[in-house]
Every structure is written in C-alpha cells, then in structure tokens.
C-alpha cells in the first residue's frame, strides 16, 4: 500500500501521531512501535523473533524524524534508532485489512433473490481457466457466503476437481465427499426424500464445517428444490426484534450430537455466536441432532420461546432463497453462516442424487488472498 505524503508527524513519550495528506491519522503506542520493530522479525519467515515480556515495561519516545520513505524514533532508554517504512505504517492506520471475509453483505429478504442473477455464478471452463473471473466468484462467495457453479460435469467424484480451484476439502467420517440420495435406512435424515428445513450442517463437530459443496447429479424433475437463506441477517433481525431472545441464544450452550457408522461426536456451542467485539460470528440450528438441554426448568422454558422465535424467522418464507438446481449445477456456502435445507420429492420414482463435501474456512479465504496477490503481482 503506498501512502500518501505525510503532513505532521508528533512524538510524546507514550505515543507517536501521525497524520497524511489525505486525512488518515495514525496513533501508535510507544510500546507497539516497540514490539513491532522491523529488526525483531524473522528475515525469511518474517515471524517474530521477541516475546511481550522481553520488552521494556516503560518503552518511551525521546523523538522522531522523517526522512524518505521511512520515520525513525529514538527512545529515551536505548541508543539504538529505530526506523519503520511509512507505506506499513500508513497500512496499519488504515484498519482492517481489505480482505472480503471481512465485508460480509448481509442479504434478509432471500425471497426476492434469484440464485442465478442476484448471486456469484461461474462456469466450468471459466474457473479452471480465467483467474480473474474466479478471484471476482471467490470475492462473492466470502462477502455473500453464497455462490454458485454451472456446467460441472455429471460425473461422480467431479466436485473434488472443482473445489481444488476454491480451498481445502476436509475429510470426515463421511469421506472426502458424501453421497445425498435416499436410502432405505439413512442415519441423517439427509439420506432420506423428506424435505430439510433450513440448518447449518455437522455443529456437532470441532470446528463446524466451514464451507459446504452440493454437486447435483441427478436433479429431482419435481420437488427437491435448495432453500437458502442469510443466518446473519436473520439474527440480526431477531436482535431487532427481540433482543433479549437474542442474547438468550447467544448465552446458551446447546448440546448437538451425532451416532453413526464409525463416528459418536459431540460438541456444545451457542446457536448464535458472537466474536469477542460482539458481532454475529456463525449460527448452528439444527433441529435435527439438538440433543435434550440440560438447564433447570425456569430458564429451559425461557430458552426454549427465543429457540421457538428464531425457528419462526427461519421458516418465514420472506427470508428464504429458493432455486431448482439443475443436472451439473454446484451450490457452495459459508455453512457457519448461510442455513440451508430443500423441499421434500418422490425418491421412488426419481433418483435424485447429489454429491457435497466440507472446506475449511480459512483455506477459501487463502484461496482469494493468494489469487488477489498473484494477478496484482502480474498486473
Ligand atoms: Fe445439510
């Protein structure tokens, strides 16, 4: 990032203040600069070499100048002048780092969208070969937690080849992938022709999955339609509305479990949960493997009417996406934030079939910070 010139620049012991042309302001502590020095990174690896407690408990700046590209500052109990580049300063002054994990769009009223106009869309040649269009799809994907994938060919075993373009399939007890298609005695109701209402897949486990493929095969020729819609968006609105339900859910921990061929897991977490500074950080509702809440009888009731009004907003058909997806459409979501489910079929008269797999959530972020960084290198 290349910062603008610098128009005053003041140093007291404690801080250092810095302000550029084009208003940005920096205020750094005395002891971040001096945790930060650039000689206290790893020349190759740029880890940090020093530990908090090696630091002076009383780090103060005796003065500052600015001579180049860089602003160095002696310190009043160390000979040694320290110097920082101003374009790494400018970039911490500017916040958060411009990544699109970090500028969620929120979208509420699902069933104004339509799949295919309002969300990401690519095709199968496209994100194997144009990596611009695929950083544009993955851009999408992190800022709406919803995208999709066209022309993907009908062949089992083809979205691992698709998703080696989007981030890191990770294995479960269910493999690599997993097979959605009705059998005669499924262990997930998922295995099943019932319709699904909206969910989060697997809060049973540690970590949830992050991201969630649907490869359609073999689409249902009438019913089996996908439901999506915003979890964020819709926990927000419950803030709006009843904001002590809200924070019931975000304070309570709900046991979720899974008994299977091979796997007993178990986790507990809040069916919303927040980020340490308070923002909506993911959503686990799944009704379907909720295991009895272990809470005395006052407070379960309580739990249970702010349970019952987020149930009531995700069954409200205003906030849900629905779209049919076709023979070699592939749906992808951010599983801890898009709730997903679909519509009941005839599975007798029509094998629908569909293979999904899990992503880590940080290897699809990687994946477009890798790719942003590449095409700015070539560009
Ligand atoms: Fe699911």
């Given at each position: 990032?290349?910062?603008?010139?610098?128009?005053?620049?003041?140093a007291?012991?404690?801080?250092?203040?810095?302000?550029?042309?084009?208003?940005?302001?920096?205020?750094?502590?005395?002891?971040?600069?001096?945790?930060?020095?650039?000689?206290?990174?790893?020349?190759?690896?740029?880890?940090?070499?020093?530990?908090?407690?090696?630091?002076?408990?009383?780090?103060?700046?005796?003065?500052?100048?600015?001579?180049?590209?860089?602003?160095?500052?002696?310190?009043?109990d160390?000979?040694?002048?320290?110097?920082?580049?101003?374009?790494?300063?400018?970039?911490?002054?500017?916040?958060?780092?411009?990544?699109?994990?970090?500028?969620?769009?929120?979208?509420?009223?699902?069933a104004?969208?339509?799949?295919?106009?309002?969300?990401?869309?690519?095709?199968?040649?496209?994100?194997?070969?144009?990596?611009?269009?695929?950083?544009?799809?993955?851009?999408?994907?992190?800022?709406?937690?919803?995208?999709?994938?066209?022309?993907?060919?009908?062949?089992?075993g083809?979205?691992?080849?698709?998703?080696?373009?989007?981030?890191?399939?990770?294995?479960?007890?269910?493999?690599r992938?997993?097979?959605?298609?009705t059998?005669?005695?499924?262990?997930?109701?998922?295995?099943?022709?019932?319709?699904?209402?909206?969910?989060?897949?697997?809060?049973?486990?540690?970590?949830?999955?992050?991201?969630?493929?649907?490869?359609t095969?073999?689409?249902?020729?009438?019913?089996?339609?996908?439901?999506?819609?915003?979890?964020?968006?819709?926990?927000?609105?419950?803030?709006?509305?009843?904001?002590?339900?809200?924070?019931?859910?975000?304070?309570?921990?709900?046991?979720?479990?899974?008994?299977?061929?091979?796997?007993d897991?178990?986790?507990?977490?809040?069916?919303?949960?927040?980020?340490?500074?308070?923002?909506?950080?993911?959503?686990?509702?799944?009704?379907?493997?909720?295991?009895?809440?272990?809470?005395?009888?006052?407070?379960?009731?309580?739990?249970?009417?702010?349970?019952?009004?987020?149930?009531?907003?995700?069954?409200?058909?205003?906030?849900?996406?629905?779209?049919?997806l076709?023979?070699?459409?592939?749906?992808?979501?951010?599983?801890?934030?898009?709730?997903?489910?679909?519509?009941?079929?005839?599975?007798?008269?029509?094998?629908?079939?569909?293979?999904?797999?899990?992503?880590?959530?940080?290897s699809?972020?990687?994946?477009?910070?890798?790719?942003?960084?590449?095409?700015?290198?070539?560009?």
């Amino acid at each position: 990032m290349k910062a603008p010139a610098v128009t005053a620049v003041t140093a007291r012991p404690e801080r250092l203040t810095v302000q550029w042309a084009d208003g940005t302001r920096g205020e750094f502590a005395a002891i971040w600069l001096r945790d930060n020095l650039p000689e206290n990174r790893h020349h190759h690896s740029g880890q940090r070499l020093n530990d908090v407690a090696d630091l002076p408990r009383d780090s103060r700046i005796r003065s500052s100048s600015v001579a180049g590209t860089g602003l160095s500052l002696a310190w009043q109990d160390e000979s040694q002048v320290a110097t920082f580049a101003l374009d790494w300063l400018y970039a911490c002054a500017t916040g958060l780092p411009g990544r699109p994990e970090f500028h969620p769009r929120r979208w509420l009223q699902g069933a104004t969208l339509d799949a295919k106009r309002d969300f990401a869309l690519l095709s199968w040649p496209a994100i194997q070969s144009d990596a611009r269009a695929r950083l544009g799809w993955l851009t999408r994907l992190l800022q709406d937690g919803l995208a999709f994938l066209t022309g993907v060919p009908s062949i089992e075993g083809t979205i691992l080849e698709a998703m080696a373009f989007v981030g890191r399939v990770a294995e479960t007890n269910y493999g690599r992938l997993f097979d959605v298609r009705t059998v005669a005695q499924p262990e997930n109701l998922a295995f099943s022709d019932l319709g699904l209402g909206l969910h989060a897949d697997n809060p049973y486990r540690e970590p949830v999955p992050g991201f969630q493929a649907l490869h359609t095969l073999v689409a249902a020729p009438d019913g089996g339609d996908s439901l999506f819609a915003d979890g964020f968006a819709l926990a927000a609105q419950l803030q709006a509305d009843d904001p002590d339900s809200f924070t019931l859910l975000t304070r309570t921990p709900v046991p979720f479990r899974y008994r299977g061929t091979g796997a007993d897991l178990y986790a507990e977490r809040p069916l919303i949960e927040l980020s340490c500074t308070g923002a909506i950080a993911a959503i686990a509702y799944n009704n379907r493997s909720i295991q009895p809440l272990r809470l005395p009888a006052a407070e379960c009731t309580a739990f249970y009417a702010a349970y019952r009004r987020f149930a009531e907003l995700l069954r409200d058909p205003r906030f849900q996406l629905s779209t049919r997806l076709g023979n070699g459409d592939l749906a992808i979501f951010d599983n801890r934030r898009v709730l997903h489910g679909r519509t009941g079929f005839a599975s007798v008269k029509h094998p629908r079939h569909l293979q999904g797999c899990y992503l880590t959530r940080d290897s699809v972020c990687s994946e477009a910070a890798l790719l942003r960084a590449a095409l700015a290198a070539e560009s």
